[in-house]
């Protein structure tokens, strides 16, 4: 019986396991500001996720999302390396920004409020993020204060110069979900 | 009083003198900005610079109505050869007030920075985002701005040389002094 039970207990850890995996090629991670008044685009190109969550029960889901500051780019290598910098993502010291779970919501059909921590360049905020999901696939955007993560310190602190407004936006393409 | 037909209408004058001031302006930040490093003043340069660019084509395009639309005073008594110069280097001014800002704003778009003049109003963008296209506007947007420098040095040496050489009271049909 002891046995039988460990046997089962290994099987829906394996089960577990492998039930949800984040496809990189089929996701993006990109943010928008306004640099006076022009909209400039930007994307992250590493990021990973881990996604437990299960649609019958989503207040029990969890994720946890990783993003490699590094791997940012505006399409224009004056600013990416501007942005490297230590006033802004300061990837040498700060490699990542986290975002980590701590309650799911539904909204809707196929609509949660995903809420917990996200913290970058090490401060920490408590956000909100309303995502949709379907087919596998999380759709959503929320906005930040760059301000509240010192990116864009010192010189760039001036919000008429960049505004500190920014959107991120994101779709995450998961297998097995 | 002096004749009508001998000094350009007021707003013509008054447009003449404006944009005399915005070009020089805008072609001195537009000489500075580009060997800054990147900072603040460098973004805010040059969105200034964009800004102003848009203004004078905006203007140059009502100077260029008015001009087409009102009587130019009549020609001073010169060489023939220098009547065609001035009338030609007039033309090509003319064609650079254009070509220069629209050269900047479309190397501007295909740079990915749509402009939002004055930080208000979003511009359209004429061609897409292309790096290579941009590469291709900014030296055509050089080289129009150094041509328009150049022109702009041969007519203003040239309205120097009638005003104080041949003292033929030239620069009055710009409002400047009596005939």
């Known amino acids: ?177 | 009083m002096m004749s009508p037909a001998t000094r350009y209408t007021p707003v013509a004058i008054a447009l003449h003198w404006l944009l005399a001031l915005a070009i020089a302006g805008a072609f001195s930040v537009g000489l500075y900005m580009t060997d800054l490093p990147f900072s603040p003043t460098r973004l805010k340069l040059y969105n200034w610079h964009k800004w102003a660019g848009v203004t004078i084509l905006a203007l140059s395009a009502l100077r260029l109505l008015w001009r087409l639309t009102h009587r130019t005073p009549a020609d001073l008594p010169m060489p023939a050869w220098q009547l065609r110069a001035a009338h030609l280097i007039h033309g090509l001014l003319y064609l650079l007030f254009f070509a220069v800002p629209l050269s900047g704003w479309a190397y501007s778009s295909a740079a990915g920075f749509p402009i939002v003049w004055f930080g208000v109003l979003p511009l359209p963008d004429f061609v897409g985002k292309d790096k290579e296209l941009a590469e291709t506007l900014k030296l055509a947007h050089h080289l129009a701005a150094y041509g328009l420098g150049l022109l702009v040095t041969a007519h203003v040496a040239a309205a120097l040389k009638h005003q104080f050489i041949d003292r033929d009271g030239l620069l009055a049909r710009m409002g400047v002094g009596r005939a």
């Open chain 1, 1 to 177: 019986m002891k046995r039988l039970i460990s046997a089962l207990l290994i099987a829906t850890g394996a089960l577990a396991a492998q039930a949800t995996t984040l496809q990189p090629e089929k996701s993006d991670l990109s943010f928008t500001f306004k640099q006076m008044g022009v909209p400039v685009d930007g994307k992250f190109k590493k990021f990973e996720a881990q996604l437990d969550f299960d649609a019958k029960r989503p207040e029990a889901g969890k994720i946890a999302f990783t993003v490699d500051l590094g791997s940012v780019s505006l399409g224009d290598p004056a600013f990416d390396k501007e942005l490297a910098g230590s006033l802004w993502f300061d990837t040498k010291r700060n490699g990542k920004a986290t975002f980590v779970s701590s309650s799911i919501k539904p909204t809707g059909p196929g609509k949660y409020d995903v809420a917990g921590k996200l913290t970058i360049k090490g401060a920490a905020r408590d956000v909100v993020v309303p995502i949709t999901l379907a087919q596998g696939v999380a759709v959503g955007s929320v906005g930040i204060k760059r301000l509240d993560f010192k990116i864009g310190d010192g010189e760039w602190a001036d919000t008429s110069m960049v505004a500190n407004d920014v959107t991120v936006k994101f779709k995450l393409a998961f297998a097995g979900l």
